[in-house]
C-alpha cells in the first residue's frame, strides 16, 4: 500500500476514533479524554499535510459554522449537550467544536470523494449527520429534547442544506 493510500485510511479512521472517544468520554464525565485525542492527531496531520494555510482556513470556517449551528440547536432547546462548560456557563462544549475542527481535517482527503458533488452532500448530509446526534443521544452525551422521530426529521433538512454549504465552501476554499 502506498504512503497517500496509509494516510487516507489513518486520516478516515482518526476521525471515527476521537468521535465516538469524545461521545464516550462525555457520556461518562471524561470531557478531555476525546479532545486530546483528536488535537494529538490535529499535530500530527500538520506536521504531514503540505497545504497547510488552505486546511488551517477551512478548519477554522467549520469551527464557526459548527459554532453557530449547535449554538443553534442548543439556544433554541432543541438539545442539551453534556460537558463542563455547558453544565457551568451555559455554552456548547469543547468537545463538539473539536469534531467540527476534525472534520474539517478529512475534506481534502479521506472524503475526498464527496468534494464538489453537491447533489450527494445534500443526499448524504440528510441521511447520516442526523443519525450521529441520535447515537450521541443514545449514548448519552446528548439529550434530544424531543422524540426521535421528530429530532430526526428536524435534523434532516437542516443537515442537508449544511451539508451542501460545508462542500460548497471547501470547494471555494480549495480553489483559492
Known amino acids: 500500500m502506498e504512503k497517500n493510500r496509509i494516510f487516507l485510511l489513518f486520516n478516515g479512521s482518526s476521525l471515527y476514533v476521537y468521535w465516538w472517544v469524545s461521545f464516550w468520554g462525555a457520556s461518562n464525565n471524561n470531557f478531555y479524554i476525546g479532545p486530546v485525542l483528536a488535537i494529538t492527531y490535529f499535530v500530527f496531520h500538520f506536521c504531514v499535510i503540505s497545504n497547510k494555510k488552505k486546511e488551517l482556513h477551512y478548519m477554522l470556517f467549520c469551527i464557526l459554522f459548527g459554532l453557530f449551528l ?3 440547536f442548543y439556544y433554541t432547546s432543541f438539545l442539551d449537550y453534556r460537558g463542563i462548560v455547558t453544565q457551568k456557563y451555559s455554552i456548547i462544549p469543547f468537545w463538539i467544536l473539536i469534531l467540527w475542527a476534525g472534520y474539517s481535517l478529512t475534506v481534502f482527503h479521506s472524503f475526498r470523494w464527496i468534494y464538489g458533488r453537491y447533489y450527494l452532500s445534500v443526499i ?3 441521511l447520516f449527520a442526523p443519525l450521529i446526534y441520535l447515537s450521541g443521544h ?4 446528548i439529550i434530544l429534547n424531543y422524540d426521535i422521530l ?6 434532516a433538512p437542516i443537515w442537508s442544506l449544511s451539508f451542501l454549504l460545508l462542500n460548497y465552501f471547501s470547494v ?3 480553489e483559492k
Open 70 to 72: 449547535e449554538s443553534l
Open 172 to 174: 471555494r476554499i480549495n
Open 138 to 141: 443514545r449514548i448519552g452525551c
Open 150 to 155: 421528530i429530532s430526526y426529521l428536524v435534523l
Open 124 to 126: 448524504l448530509g440528510g
